[in-house]
């Protein structure tokens, strides 16, 4: 299974980025996706996930009401739309695939390489 993020860019604090997932999977609809991020020198943290099929998301408390994930099975594909984009919000942004929807990182079995998304200040 190969999963490649798209979207990711320099944005100005306020602003708003949409980031992509797709994945290769025809196993795709049955798979919770996941969204985390790292910071230099910080360890990856959660940041959204979604369910396979019903579309009910958990956001970490740092991006709730600010960012909105979204997929779209018929296309493979996984959206994080973010808005109201912080300087801490400053990481690589990288989407999984797992068979349980959870914040725990070691779940999840498929990962991506990862998009870079910087806010400037």
């Known amino acids: 299974v190969q999963l490649q993020a798209s979207g990711g860019g320099l944005v100005q604090a306020g602003g708003s980025l949409r980031l992509s997932c797709a994945a290769s999977?025809?196993?795709?609809?049955?798979?919770?996706v996941g969204w985390f991020r790292q910071a230099p020198g910080k360890e990856r943290e959660f940041v959204a996930v979604?369910?396979?099929?019903?579309?009910?998301?958990d956001y970490a408390d740092s991006v709730k009401g600010r960012f909105t994930m979204s997929r779209d099975n018929v296309k493979n594909t996984v959206f994080l739309q973010m808005n109201s984009l912080k300087s801490e919000d400053t990481a690589v942004y990288l989407c999984?695939?797992?068979?349980?929807?959870?914040?725990?990182?070691?779940?999840?079995?498929?990962w991506g390489q990862g998009t870079q998304v910087t806010v400037s200040s």
């Open positions: 979604i369910t396979p099929t019903d579309g009910i998301t």
């Open positions: 999977t025809r196993a795709f609809s049955s798979y919770a």
């Open positions: 999984a695939l797992g068979s349980v929807p959870t914040r725990s990182l070691g779940r999840y079995r498929y």
